[in-house]
């Protein structure tokens, strides 16, 4: 059974930085490319950032570019979101996701590119 399991939310204020954590089982992580998304209260679920399996390539959506940073361990089978420089409108609940073999970008463009999604860590932001 496939389980990904988010970790590091809470509440920082604004400026902060918080670190995110994807721990994956069940699957072959290095064949898998990892994203994460977020959902804002009353608003629907955006891509954030994407990194390709292999770990060459990463694409993250531009309100994001230069604050966070997406990343992977495929020894440990977990993949990061560092965030910094947190903005009261990064509030969310953030999910990761895999997709068997599929590029970072094609992450971005089209939900059926997902095969698996976490269950959420909340991230909330005050000013």
């Known amino acids: 059974q496939v389980q990904l399991v988010e970790s590091g939310g809470g509440l920082v204020q604004a400026g902060g930085s918080l670190r995110l954590s994807c721990a994956a089982s069940?699957?072959?992580?290095?064949?898998?490319?990892m994203a994460w998304f977020r959902q804002a209260p009353g608003k629907e679920r955006e891509f954030v950032a994407a990194?390709?399996?292999?770990?060459?390539?990463?694409y993250s959506v531009d309100s994001v570019k230069g604050r966070f940073t997406i990343s992977r361990d495929d020894a440990k089978d977990t993949a990061y979101l560092q965030m910094n420089s947190l903005k009261p409108e990064d509030t969310a609940v953030y999910y990761c996701?895999?997709?068997?073999?599929?590029?970072?970008?094609?992450?971005?463009?089209?939900?059926?590119?997902?095969?698996?999604w976490g269950k959420g860590t909340l991230v909330t932001v005050s000013s």
């Open positions: 069940g699957l072959t992580f290095s064949h898998y490319a």
């Open positions: 990194i390709s399996w292999g770990g060459a390539n990463t």
């Open positions: 996701a895999a997709g068997r073999l599929r590029s970072a970008q094609a992450m971005s463009v089209s939900k059926n590119a997902i095969d698996y």
